[in-house]
């Protein structure tokens, strides 16, 4: 059945800010409530609502995932695509657009590479080895569903052959269509296929002038070619910069799909200044788009978020020292995306020559060999009932709950109720599984040797329609660290926002930073009384680039500090495990870095008891 889905714009009697909502239509005294800086909430109002003028309610809440209209249905399946950032800028190795020189004040963008230079980059821009055929294949290769590529960024330059602007791929000694290549070979190899264009024009200097009118002409001629000349395109993703979106948002949005019908299309157009990109403002919007983070679990507006490959998150080309990040990191990205209810687009950024660098390629058929396996628990479902967490991740689909178990606080993961009986249990990765259901939860076992280190995945079989069950949050263990005092060697240029307190305070989203070089230092936590733990969870940020070699969590007795647990080569997160310690204060000692540890979050746990 298709859905319509219609667009609330409210705002609180209280004078808060404006709320989105994106549903069907609705009961007048249920509302779901996203505040503007923050990851969807859902909040009931029962009163005091104002509307803006000619808004109506467009559906009611659901306490289930809200089914997909039938034109996102391949999307929402496909949970998986890749994003590619490319042009002549790969020459440079830094990043697209953002690296050119202002041009215009009325632009955000202040780049080190003056604009004389960056704008005549395309003369010398020949990616001769450039094969279509083979960045479809890499991308089929890592179980991507769709491909989505800059055709346009906001420097300008467009990777088709135009009528509408002269600085365009035909001006470069390739001159080769990129767009019609790659349209075809997806297209052959039954690979989704979209277009990233920005409605932004850097360079352009009527852009955000009173000769704005002009720019727009260029610009919407350039969508109509775009999705004019190429045959079925089916998604268009727009992007903003965070000031004012003068882009005829009303005619470009019908002549996009007007000629392209089923076209998907993303949030970003309408975004302005302030504006969050997890907000829909239209109702030509179909999915909001978080960047370089894991949406929350959201299941009742469609999102994807957008995160890079590279090890030092650049969308274009970083050079041969940029690196990736490790499988893990993408796995866990993947997961968490497909557990909150929504995609993933992680990006590749290809070389100047045309060829996605062979480290990238590889990670990609790394994930792609995982999802040849376990792609099941990933591909087609929804996500819940159990809400992301410490855990892992869980997603369902017909019978089947998929448990993505990445931490282990306990032999047994402890998990809320549900409203369904679970008729029989498997270990899609290997080894043995034993449920325990009562009326106070689900208890998993897994034996120690069984579980894997990526992610151990459970398939529950129930009773009845798994999309049935509203989403529950799975509680987790309290932190003794959380809040406590603490204190550090060193902090980033004595920068409060990267102070010790950012490593204790529950905030998965902020961090204790040290000054570049820093090859040693310590975090020192008073839990304010003496108490007992036996577990240490140390969550690294940016584990992919490897600074922490050599570390110790050490307690303080007898005047002196003494290791309770050493390790080396910490990761994205480390669980550490070992006797029980009585003490009030505490430290982690990092002994060898590379360069200036950084950390998200260092938990200490009391013992976890065993009763369901």
Partial sequence: MAWSWRLLECKLATGDSSVSLLSESVNLKKLIVWPMNTFPLFALLLSGLTLNAADTFPGRILDTPRPYPERLQWWAQARFGLF???????LKG??????????????????EIPASVYDNLYK?????????????????????????????????????????????????????????????????????????????????????TDRNPAFLGRMQAE?????????????????????????????????????????????????????????????????????????????????????????????????????????????????????????????????????IAPNQANRLREIGAWLTNYGE?????????????????????????????RDWDDADLKLPPIPAKILRSRALTGGNVSVRQTAGGVAISVPENDRQALDTIIALELDGDALRIPAVEVPGAVSLTTRAKATASNVYQNQTEFGADKAVDGNSETRWATDSGAKSAWLEVDLGKP??????????????????????????????????????????????????????????????ATDGPTLWEFQLFEAMTKQL
């Fill in 531 to 592: 108490a007992t733990f036996n577990r240490a969870v140390i969550r690294q940020a940016y584990p992919e680039l490897g600074r922490i070699r050599k570390f110790a969590i050490e307690y303080w007795k007898d005047e002196q500090w003494k290791p309770c647990y050493q390790g080396e080569k910490l990761g994205a997160k480390l669980t550490a495990n070992f006797a029980p310690v009585t003490a009030q204060r505490v430290r982690l000692n990092i002994t060898d």
């Fill in 223 to 355: 969508v109509r070619e775009l999705l004019g000349n190429y045959g079925p395109i089916d998604l268009l993703w727009f992007d903003y910069d965070g000031c004012e979106p003068l882009y005829d948002q009303a005619r470009t949005y019908q002549i996009a799909k007007a000629l392209q019908p089923q076209i998907v299309i993303d949030n970003r157009l309408d975004l302005g200044r302030g504006d969050s990109n997890t907000r829909i403002l239209s109702t030509n919007a179909d999915y909001y788009t978080p960047e370089q983070q894991v949406g929350a679990y959201d299941d009742q507006r469609p999102w994807e978020s957008c995160m890079t490959l590279s090890s030092r998150n650049q969308w274009a080309w970083g050079g041969f020292n940029d690196g990736v990040k490790s499988l893990e990191a993408c796995l866990n990205m993947l997961i968490s995306c497909a557990g909150g209810d929504g995609n993933l687009l992680l990006n590749v950024g290809p070389m100047p020559n045309g060829e």
């Fill in 84 to 90: 590619i950032h490319w042009g002549p800028v790969s």
């Fill in 94 to 111: 830094t990043e697209i657009s953002w690296s050119r020189a202002n041009t215009n004040p009325k632009c955000p963008n202040q780049g």
């Fill in 377 to 405: 628990s990933i591909y087609g479902t929804r996500g819940g009932p159990f809400k992301p967490a410490d855990y892992g991740a869980s997603t369902r689909k017909g019978n089947t709950i998929y448990l993505h178990i």
């Fill in 124 to 208: 010398t821009f020949d990616p001769t080895n450039f094969d279509a055929a083979q960045w479809v294949s890499t991308a089929a290769a890592g179980g991507v569903k769709y491909m989505v590529l800059t055709a346009k960024h906001c420097d300008g330059f467009l990777l088709w052959h135009s009528q509408a602007s002269d600085y365009n791929i035909t001006a470069t000694p390739f001159r080769r269509d990129v767009c019609a290549e790659l349209s075809a070979a997806a297209r052959k190899r039954g690979m989704r296929i979209g277009w990233y264009f920005s409605p932004m024009d850097w360079r352009d200097p009527d852009f955000r």
